[in-house]
């Protein structure tokens, strides 16, 4: 009996995974496409207080909203609600990891330090000092005494 109820509802089933899945869509295309972060922020705070407050209220803000709804009417808005705000919250997901790739892949490189040349004044007032010869490795040198030193 448990599997004909099954059956009888997976109609319902089916068209709410694909009401999910053309929202992930639609949604993923916008951010793509326009950039509308901002208003899909928007939109998901709304939608979620809404849904909490009916969570929360006993379904009053479904009541108030749709007046001369029916006990089944307001549980299937409930329903397509739920799939609105599952929607949204993988679209912030998604959109967070594309912000971070981007971040990531927009970081500076370290640069290698530049290296200049010493005359032989500095040398005398460094223990060590880095030189630059022609094939462009750095080399350190230790420091040398000058030739009238006793």
Known sequence: MEY??????LDFVIFKTSFYISLLLMGL??????????ELYICAGVIYTVSTLGILSNDLTSIIFFPG????????????LNVIK?????????DTLREIIKARNEE??????KVVAINS???????ICIGNFPH????RRKRVAPKNYK
């Open 86 to 94: 599952e929607s949204i919250l993988t679209l912030i997901i998604f």
């Open 69 to 80: 709804a029916s006990k089944q009417q307001i549980s299937d808005n409930a329903e397509f």
């Open 108 to 113: 500076p490189k370290a640069e290698e330090p």
């Open 136 to 139: 462009g490795k750095r080399t």
């Open 29 to 38: 295309y916008g951010l793509h496409k326009f950039n509308v972060r901002f």
């Open 4 to 9: 004909i109820k099954r059956l009888a509802s």
């Open 121 to 127: 004044n500095e040398r005398r007032n460094k223990r």
